[in-house]
């Protein structure tokens, strides 16, 4: 089945998905890494994008973020995206495409599945086989949410705050929430529903932002099991 057109509405959280062509390697190194960073970190303050939570595998990221305006996360990602290529082709002396196509995203039900999308992008390195524990895994958002250093690029969605009422105790509670891990099933409908571009929520989300843009959200009944394993984007 066709993926939906991209759909991008402000004030509301995307999960982002940039993989590279053929799946091959888009960071060599720490200093590729940290280029993506700066870079993410500066245009995401430019096009009003705040950012939840991010991981960098070996040849694709996540994101977790929500645009204030209706063109600043596909600004952000075409900046971002076009750049980073200009950097990594000139460091590495080689030319030509390093991204699989446009970046792949979906809006999400802030409610239901904000922290499982943050919980699933910090596990993606543990799903991968990178690391036993998420914290091991020194590029992802997860180690500023549980204390161990402070991430400038990062814009904590008010649920996250919602945790504890003092630092320590948000941070134990993120840690033991990432611990508990999500359901398969939830893990299944956030990777698919970013790869295919169906927006992510129960009957009543999908029905309101349906009468809001006059467009189907999804191919069927929010929450309906799959009926085959969608493809890994952490392979």
């Known amino acids: ?10 004030g509301y959280p995307h999960h982002v998905i940039q993989r590279g062509n053929n799946r091959q390697p888009v960071f060599v190194d720490d200093r590729d890494r940290e280029t993506l960073l700066e870079l993410l970190t500066a245009y ?6 705040a950012v939840h939570a991010w991981v960098l595998m070996d040849n694709h990221f996540h994101l ?23 950097l990594f082709n000139k460091r590495h002396a080689r030319s030509g495409t390093l991204w699989e196509g446009r970046y792949r995203s979906t809006l999400v039900q802030t409610d239901r599945y904000l922290l499982a999308c943050m919980a699933y992008i910090d596990l993606n390195p543990v799903r991968a086989g990178m690391v036993q524990r998420p914290a091991d895994h020194r590029w992802s958002s997860h180690r500023h949410y549980i204390g161990l250093v402070q991430d400038r690029l990062l814009t904590p ?22 611990q508990q891990g999500i ?29 809001r843009t006059d467009r189907r959200m999804t191919r069927g009944q929010a929450g309906r099991p799959v009926s085959r394993k969608p493809r890994d984007p952490d392979r």
């Open 1 to 10: 089945m066709a993926r939906q057109p991209r759909l991008t509405i402000p």
């Open 44 to 49: 995401a303050a430019s096009h009003k994008v």
């Open 64 to 86: 977790l973020a929500t645009p204030s305006t209706d063109t600043g996360l596909p600004l952000m990602m075409q900046a971002v995206g076009r750049r980073y290529v200009q």
């Open 157 to 178: 969605h008010p649920l996250a705050w919602g945790l504890g009422n003092t630092p320590f105790a948000r941070e134990a509670a993120y840690a033991d929430l990432v």
């Open 183 to 211: 359901a398969l099933d939830q893990q299944r409908a956030l990777t698919e529903s970013a790869l295919k571009g169906w927006v992510l929520g129960d009957r009543s989300f999908l029905d309101a932002l349906e009468t």
